[in-house]
């Protein structure tokens, strides 16, 4: 049994998904991989940091195929990979998706006692608050802060505050088109029988 070299580029997010893609591109007429499946894995070659086109790459390649490990028929299937540069993962907003929120039973409300007052102290004066569960610890929470001479205009508030149910109106989510990652370029080499 005899021996040839190939050699071979194609494109796919891995070595091993565009591998596949060669190698069933070169099924014979038994439908066989052109002795592709005695081929022990793949392997990669780090290339060096100066060549850099696809010209220079096929050249480096005719320089190893005939040095070992290169030149061994049954070894790995060599590969070069060039990583995709470009931009990944576009994605692109198509439209939008409202959400409502599901409305399950009555509102809850709470009555609460908002005693406000004003400080004294303050370089810009603003309104304070604080709230209380029953009108007796209002009374007394209001009574306290005006004895002090330092807080003015305390009031007692009455106020119904929403519990149990959601404030949220809609919520909007933008709808995706995905795009296809750009593929990586592989370049694949070695020996094979024939």
Do not use: C
């Amino acid at each position: 049994m005899g021996a040839e070299t190939f050699y071979h580029s194609a494109k796919g997010l891995s070595a091993k998904e565009a591998y596949k893609e060669f190698a069933d591109a070169h099924m014979d007429e038994y439908g066989q991989r052109s002795g592709m499946q005695h081929k022990g894995g793949l392997q990669k070659v780090t290339l060096p940091s100066n060549v850099k086109t696809d010209k220079q790459i096929w050249k480096h390649i005719e320089t190893l195929i005939e040095k070992s490990p290169y030149d061994d028929k049954w070894g790995p299937t060599f590969y070069i990979e060039v990583l995709n540069t470009g931009k990944i993962d576009v994605q692109e907003i198509t439209g939008v998706t409202v959400k409502k929120p599901e409305n399950k039973g009555a509102a809850q409300w709470k009555t609460v006692y908002v005693v406000t007052y004003y400080d004294n102290n303050s370089m810009i004066p603003s309104e304070k608050r604080v709230e209380k569960a029953t009108q007796a610890e209002a009374l007394d929470a209001a009574k306290k802060l005006a004895m002090n001479v330092n807080f003015y205009d305390v009031k007692i508030v009455l106020e119904k505050k929403l519990t149990s149910k959601t404030n949220l109106i809609a919520k909007v989510e933008p709808k995706y088109k995905k795009v296809k990652k750009p593929a990586n370029t592989y370049y694949f080499f070695g020996w094979r029988p024939s």
